[in-house]
């Protein structure tokens, strides 16, 4: 049987803005190829990267920690709440408001639900940041009391951002459900049928942290 592995997340590059206000990246040598010629007799040179960012840029994870003082950081999280999950895409291009009925008919238990709405088009330009797709409470609601195991969209958040309250996040969360946001390319899954990991590095004290998501057909 054919595999194929389909790539999810975002680069990150140095100065790039993920979200409004929010400084971007600083990425740079620690250690140079020159600087390394000195250490070694065989001709070889290593270099060492440096990175300086906030834990929200690109393509990245919640951890409950997040929302809650008291919930799971990135290493408290189980491996089963993030890697090689049973896939399902909803697609909802051109909708703004995602509502509990676009879920309603769909089986989410133990699995993976990626909300497409097509919005990475406008990855890295100003529109990306304002009048996003989004969740509304009801949606996260019937999400987590039909029991799915994790909760992504290609968007800028899965809240709404044009009010202070973000009840999808505080209610996913808050029943354990990761969530991963600002993903790219569900265009290039199916439906269902396929094998879902974004996986953070395992890091106490933080609740947020970019990843490399992707999926495994066949």
């Not at 890295?124 to 994790?150: I, M």
């Amino acid at each position: 049987m054919t595999r194929a592995l389909v790539e999810l997340s975002h680069d990150i590059e140095h100065g790039m803005v993920t979200n409004q206000g929010l400084p971007g990246p600083h990425i740079c040598d620690y250690w140079t190829r020159e600087e390394s010629a000195a250490r070694y007799d065989g001709g070889e040179t290593f270099q060492i990267g440096r990175i300086d960012m906030i834990a929200n840029t690109g393509t990245y994870l919640d951890a409950p920690f997040h929302r809650y003082a008291d919930g799971a950081d990135l290493a408290g999280l189980r491996l089963e709440q993030f890697a090689a999950l049973p896939g399902l895409v909803v697609r909802a291009i051109g909708e703004t408001a995602i509502d509990a009925d676009r879920f309603d008919a769909l089986d989410v238990a133990g699995k993976a639900v990626l909300v497409h709405t097509g919005w990475d088009r406008h990855w890295r330009t100003d529109a990306y940041g304002s009048g996003h797709p989004f969740l509304t409470e009801a949606a996260a609601r019937l999400l987590t009391g039909r029991g799915a195991r994790l909760v992504g969209i290609d968007s800028f958040n899965i809240d709404d951002t044009s009010g202070r309250t973000r009840p999808v996040h505080t209610i996913l969360l808050g029943a354990g459900i990761p969530i991963c946001e600002h993903m790219a390319n569900f265009g290039a899954l199916p439906d269902e049928g396929f094998r879902f990991t974004t996986a953070p590095p395992k890091i106490v004290g933080m609740g947020s942290f970019p990843v490399r998501a992707f999926a495994e057909i066949g």
